[in-house]
């Protein structure tokens, strides 16, 4: 069983940086497609971020909201996913989480698409 556990998150000025991390356990990390979301209260989890099982150039989806802000990583060795998140602004805030999708070649954009979920960290920018 796929287990993903978030850390990271915390209260920051608009500005700011923060990098979440996503550890995962229980499977092989290279053979999954890892993806971030987020949920602001009383709105849906949108996508924010996803990386195949290759990372690196080509391999990687944003979000139109978070391109040129946010940066998506994996470290297969680590099994670890990161979430570089940089330039924050207020409508930034949300609980962010993370997701694995068993199609390695993936970066789904969809919730559905993702088998395993992470209980996510809460991200709360000031203005």
């Known amino acids: 069983q796929v287990q993903l556990a978030e850390s990271g998150g915390g209260l920051v000025q608009a500005g700011d940086s923060l990098r979440l991390s996503c550890a995962f356990s229980?499977?092989?990390?290279?053979?999954?497609?890892m993806g971030w979301f987020r949920q602001a209260p009383g709105k849906e989890r949108e996508f924010v971020a996803a990386?195949?099982?290759?990372?690196?150039?080509?391999?990687?989806y944003y979000a139109d909201s978070v391109k040129g802000r946010f940066g998506i990583s994996r470290d297969n060795a680590k099994n670890t996913v990161y979430l570089q998140m940089n330039s924050l602004k207020p409508e930034d805030t949300a609980v962010y989480y993370c997701?694995?999708?068993?199609?390695?070649?993936?970066?789904?954009?969809?919730?559905?698409?993702?088998?395993?979920w992470g209980q996510g960290t809460q991200v709360t920018v000031s203005s």
């Open positions: 997701a694995a999708d068993q199609r390695p070649w993936s970066f789904a954009r969809l919730p559905i698409e993702y088998e395993y």
């Open positions: 990386i195949n099982w290759r990372g690196g150039v080509g391999s990687t």
């Open positions: 229980g499977r092989t990390f290279s053979s999954y497609g």
